[in-house]
């Protein structure tokens, strides 16, 4: 399920675990292993070939957009630094970690339509079992999700299925990328998948509209507590932020497709 950028950063994004909450980090999506070390230079010293195995892990996504994209970025990382970042660590700081881990698993329970819905659309049955399992055991033995025994008691482990990476194994391309307000990355399908996937989103039934908004942003707060600091570890590592993002998202997202 779409995320906004700090979410991906933090999240991706939802998956939390009673040990620690399990999401899609921008700063993890890059997946370390699979990048060429020095060592694997030919012995004469030559680097050639580390490019070049570098070069094809890289994926080109269009980005006509970059100018406007660029500026969300900007408005999106203020956003981050001088609201959701300070609201994060007052309520990390009056909240003790268990209460927020439960809150995590709590939303992550509340997700299951959309990664049962999508594990169905992509012929991935066991998954989808594997989810309703979960909800299930989480529902009522974990006390309506704020609990996990499903993992902590009987292995059963969140699947992370949406409807951008369906479209993505239905053959659909990524299109061009976008920086969405608040949302953050995105791409084209992404965004797409997105909508798509907000018709099974129960917080957006929730009546009236300012208590919907109100539980998606306690959601993102709590979200952010297990992570700050991990944007500003990119930020201060990369050149340019806005390309090592996009490159990071890029990447994640058509590995997600592939598995």
């Known amino acids: ?3 906004p950028a700090w979410i991906i950063v933090f999240l991706a994004l939802m998956t939390a675990g009673c040990a620690a909450p399990k999401k899609i980090h921008l700063f993890r999506l890059f997946d370390p292993n699979n990048v060429p070390s020095a060592s694997d230079a030919s012995a004469d010293g030559s680097f050639d070939l580390l490019a070049d195995e570098f070069e094809e892990q890289m994926v080109v996504v269009p980005d006509p957009l970059e100018p406007l994209n ?3 970025f900007q408005v999106n990382d203020r956003f981050y630094f001088w609201i959701l970042k300070p609201v994060a660590k007052t309520y990390k700081g009056i909240t003790p970690e268990p209460v927020r881990i439960s809150v995590s698993n709590f939303f992550n329970n509340l997700a299951t339509p959309i990664r049962f819905a999508n594990c169905l659309l992509q012929g991935k049955g066991d998954s ?3 989810e309703l399992r979960r909800f299930t055991v989480n529902t009522t033995v974990g006390i309506l999700g704020f609990g996990d ?7 059963l482990q969140q699947t992370d299925e949406d409807l951008g990476q369906t479209l993505g194994v239905l053959g659909l391309k990524n299109g061009f990328y976008l920086i969405l307000p608040i949302f953050g990355p995105s791409t084209l399908r992404d965004t797409a ?3 798509g996937d907000q018709f099974l ?3 957006r039934y929730v009546e ?3 208590a919907s908004i109100g539980i998606s942003a306690g959601k993102i707060t709590n979200e952010t507590t297990f992570h700050i600091g991990e944007y500003e570890d990119l930020k201060s590592d990369a050149l340019d932020p806005y390309v090592a993002t996009r490159d990071i998202y890029i990447q994640y997202r058509n590995k997600k497709v592939q598995e």
């Open 149 to 155: 025994p499903a993992r902590d008691k009987y292995g």
């Open 193 to 195: 998948g997105f909508v």
């Open 128 to 130: 989808a079992g594997t």
């Open 208 to 210: 009236p509209t300012e």
């Open 1 to 3: 399920m779409k995320q």
């Open 201 to 203: 989103n129960p917080i």
């Open 70 to 72: 660029r500026l969300m």
